[in-house]
């Protein structure tokens, strides 16, 4: 407002003023206040008025409501010096021209400290009789403009802003020095002049008012256009039949038929329209669900993209609906990103479910391996241990080991430590430690190995400690059995034995007799005496192999297998001889098996004595022995193999040699050589097998077992 | 010769296939009887079945024997033998056959035992020939 009536003081040249009279014959007041086109015209026009109304001299103070200064603005026919009495400021009460403004009620002061010649104020507030069209449109009675004109309230100074239009008005004073003379009907028109100076003011003012606004509107307009554009979403304002109102560039990409026509296009530009539409529809339907996914073309690249389409409605001033905002957002990445996403996280869950398969297989073997297992890592802490070792070392979670358990993992520490740093990737060392069960000091066969990560260092050790006197207590079981079971074969033997004894002497009388009468038997009765010189020779054999089964029986005990094949044949080194069988024997270092010696050694004879049989133009029988080492070093077996070079046995009859009273030397054998020496070989928990071919030879195989004990 | 066994049946036969063999046989049932036997006459060979009556064994019998003449040729027989036996016989120098007995064997043993006999006298020289030499030869 300062600014407004700086500008008008410079027009309020004088010159120009009765240049404009002189030009032109004198019209009414109001009509010369309607030329104003300008707010700012209508002071040095209403000033111009009032000295043609036979006034000395006029001015007028405007108001600041910034600062509350009151400060003369324009003036007419008053001297420069004497306008700054004027100057003052609203707070100033006592000044006649701030109690005018702030009553705004207009007053006639007399000789006064102000001025020395009666004066006339006209407050000069900005007011309206009737609503402006803002507040009537939206029908409030709250219009400042209205609000001034009825004074129903007093007047606030420091508010003077429309609550409806937010216009800012203005407050003003006209100072008019009175003529010499003056009547109280020349005030009174003076009144009526500056009131409707006044109102032309306003009018004028509110319309300044309306342009300023409608011109910070097209800014925001502007402004707004602008963002819309720019937002990389497609965004479009349908009305309330989904007729697009106004779309952005990337709306237009969509839904705008392109300026190059292809058909494609054409076509993808309609599908998004009736598929945009569509969507619009449910989300109408719905109400209340304002989400949509929506496919569409895109009509430049022809590739598909999935949206989310969001919207809103808008809103008239009054309350209608006007049409609906959508904003469209781009979620093929994101989807794609979230089914990668679950996708992965299924492949995780399913391998996280095959870890955990792996893990409780792995539980259930290390559960059921027997032993303890226990599970160190690079700093050879403890890290698992499964329920047998957790007996030997502490569950490691409740009070903590007790003292024996302490000492069993100092001595495990140790061990467990060196191997660790060391370079070999395995260990076997004898532990001892101490066995809660037995309530003893055991050793164990501690086995280790490493876990190596995938730089090649050592991730965990994994140890076994298996407890050796526990196998070996297994291994003295079946031992002892084995003894027993030699023992029953040898108690079977004791009764054949007491049989053949008894058998024996009878026999022997018999065989001599036969022999004795072989000069009187008469010719015609030789074939029966033949018959019963053979059949008792028979019987004969077959005692003598009975009594065989008996004869010479010993306990089991530790032997060397080598020493028991050269006692053999150096017992039948005449008989060989005499065969023409030529003897080769290659015979290895061999640990002690535990055997019943002379029953090994009758086994030897029998497969010996066989050999020779087997060539009765001579050859060569071999002898061999090996140790075969087991697999846990505990075990192990001793080799004897007996070859021969003889007729060799008819296959035929291989599967049955071992059979009772089987035999291949007809008269001459009893069939029971070799049915012995199965059993004699499965009583030492032995393995026996033979190989043969006709005419060229026929090889025994004897493994027996042997246990470091 | 001394041939001793507790069986008759077996004894009968022995001496009578030595004798046919030209030996001259004194055939005992005991031990006490053998015993007896050594003390009237010397023997050259004597053949002795190991289990006599009672507990007796043909040990005490050929010990007996060598009382009288240590160079005397012996040889067990026997239906079985433990290793305990079969060791001390070795160590003694006595022989052992098992029944049933091959009647070559037999007759091979006796005459080397008999031959044995008449080396070591012709060795000692004081007794003389007390074996028949016979046509079992060959």
Not at chain 1, 282 to 290: A, H, I, N, R
Not at chain 1, 400 to 423: C, E, H, L, M, R
Not at chain 1, 553 to 561: A, I
Request: proline share 4%.
């Amino acid at each position: 407002m300062g600014s407004l009536m700086a500008t008008a003081e410079i027009r309020l040249q004088p010159e120009r003023v009765n240049g404009r009279r002189a030009a032109q014959p004198r019209r009414p007041a109001v009509l010369r206040l309607l030329q104003a086109e300008r707010s700012e015209e209508i002071f040095p026009l209403l000033l111009e008025e009032i000295i043609a109304l036979g006034n000395p001299r006029a001015l007028v103070v405007d108001v600041n409501f910034d600062s509350g200064e009151v400060t003369p603005a324009a003036a007419l026919k008053w001297p420069r010096q004497q306008m700054e009495k004027f100057a003052t400021a609203l707070w100033v009460s006592e000044n006649p021209l701030v109690s005018v403004i702030h009553t705004a009620r207009p007053q006639v002061l007399g000789k006064t400290s102000l001025y020395n010649r009666p004066l006339y104020i006209h407050p000069i507030l900005y007011s309206n009789r009737n609503l402006c069209w803002e507040a009537d449109r939206i029908r409030t009675g709250s219009c400042l403009a209205v609000q001034n004109f009825r004074r129903q309230k007093r007047i606030r100074l420091e508010d003077q802003v429309c609550s409806t239009c937010e216009m800012r008005a203005y407050a003003a004073a006209v100072v008019v020095e009175l003529p010499k003379g003056h009547t109280e009907q020349g005030v009174a028109e003076l009144g009526e002049l500056i009131d409707l100076a006044n109102r032309y003011l306003s009018r004028l003012f509110k319309v300044e008012h309306y342009y300023n606004r409608m011109r910070d509107m097209e800014i925001t307009i502007a402004q707004m256009g602008t963002v819309m554009q720019s937002m990389a979403d497609p965004v479009i304002l349908t009305d309330t039949q989904h007729r697009v109102i106004m779309q952005n560039k990337a709306a237009e990409r969509f839904f705008k038929v392109p300026d190059e026509m292809t058909e494609g296009l054409v076509r993808a530009v309609e599908f998004n329209n009736l598929l945009f539409s569509a969507a619009l529809s449910s989300m109408l339907v719905s109400g209340s669900d304002s989400h949509r996914d929506l496919t569409l073309v895109d009509a430049i690249e022809g590739e598909e993209m999935l949206f989310e389409a969001v919207s809103a409605p808008t809103y008239g001033p009054d309350g209608i609906q006007l049409g609906t905002v959508t904003v469209m957002r781009d979620v093929t990445d994101l989807r794609r990103a979230d089914q990668e996403l679950r996708l992965n996280y299924d492949r995780l869950r399913e391998a996280e479910e095959v870890v955990r398969q792996d893990r409780d297989r792995l539980n259930l073997i290390i559960e059921n391996v027997g032993d303890p297992i226990v599970v160190c890592d690079s700093r050879a802490k403890i890290v698992l241990t499964d329920p047998l070792a957790q007996e030997v070392f502490g569950a490691g979670t409740d009070a903590g080991p007790d003292a024996v358990q302490f000492k069993n993992q100092t001595a495990f520490g140790a061990y467990i430590d060196s191997f660790t740093y060391s370079f070999s990737e395995r260990e076997n060392a004898p532990l001892r430690l101490y066995n809660p069960t037995l309530k003893q000091e055991i050793e164990y066969d501690a086995r280790s190995g490493k876990i190596f990560d995938e730089k090649g260092q050592v991730s965990y050790t994994v140890t076994v400690l298996r407890d050796l006197t526990a196998l070996r207590r297994v291994e003295q079981l079946k031992v002892e059995r084995r003894m027993l079971e030699i023992e029953k074969f040898a108690a079977t033997g004791r009764l054949a034995a007491t049989i053949a004894h008894e058998v024996n002497n009878p026999m022997e009388a018999i065989k001599n007799a036969i022999y004795l009468l072989a000069g009187a038997v008469p010719e015609s009765a030789m074939p029966v005496y033949t018959i019963l010189k053979s059949e008792t020779e028979r019987v004969a054999r077959i005692v003598r192999q009975m009594l065989g089964l008996y004869r010479n029986t010993e306990q089991v005990k530790p032997v060397n297998v080598n020493t028991i094949i050269e006692d053999t044949l150096l017992l039948l080194n005449r008989q060989l001889q005499r065969a023409n069988v030529e003897v080769q024997s290659e015979l290895e270092n061999l640990p002690d098996a535990v055997i019943a010696a002379d029953q090994i050694r009758q086994v030897l004879s029998n497969l010996v004595i066989n050999a020779k049989d087997a060539m009765p133009n001579g050859g060569r029988l071999r002898l061999r022995t090996r140790h075969i080492p087991g697999a846990d070093e505990l075990h192990g077996w001793v080799r004897i193999v007996i070859a021969d070079t003889g007729t060799g046995i008819p296959q035929e009859m291989i599967r049955s040699i071992f059979e009772p009273f089987v035999t291949t030397k007809g008269e001459k054998g009893t069939g029971l050589g070799l049915w012995i020496v199965k059993g004699i070989i499965q009583n030492h928990a032995g393995k026996l097998s033979v190989k043969s071919k006709l005419g060229t030879g026929t090889v025994f195989k004897i493994d027996l077992p042997v246990v470091k004990l | 010769m001394l041939v001793v066994d507790d069986e008759a049946s077996v004894l009968l036969t022995y001496r009578l296939i030595l004798e046919q063999q030209g030996y001259e046989v004194v055939a005992c049932g005991t031990s006490r009887e053998a015993i007896a036997a050594i003390e009237k006459q010397p023997f050259d060979v004597v053949l002795c079945d190991y289990s006599l009556e009672e507990q007796h064994t043909g040990f005490e019998v050929i010990t007996a024997a060598r009382k009288r003449d240590p160079e005397t040729p012996a040889a067990l027989l026997t239906g079985y033998a433990t290793k305990d036996t079969a060791d001390e016989a070795s160590t003694q120098g006595i022989g052992i056959m098992f029944k049933p007995i091959e009647i070559d064997e037999f007759l091979a043993t006796t005459s080397t035992m008999v031959r044995k006999k008449n080396e070591s006298n012709e060795k000692g020289g004081e007794k003389g020939n007390a074996a028949p030499q016979t046509r079992r030869q060959g």
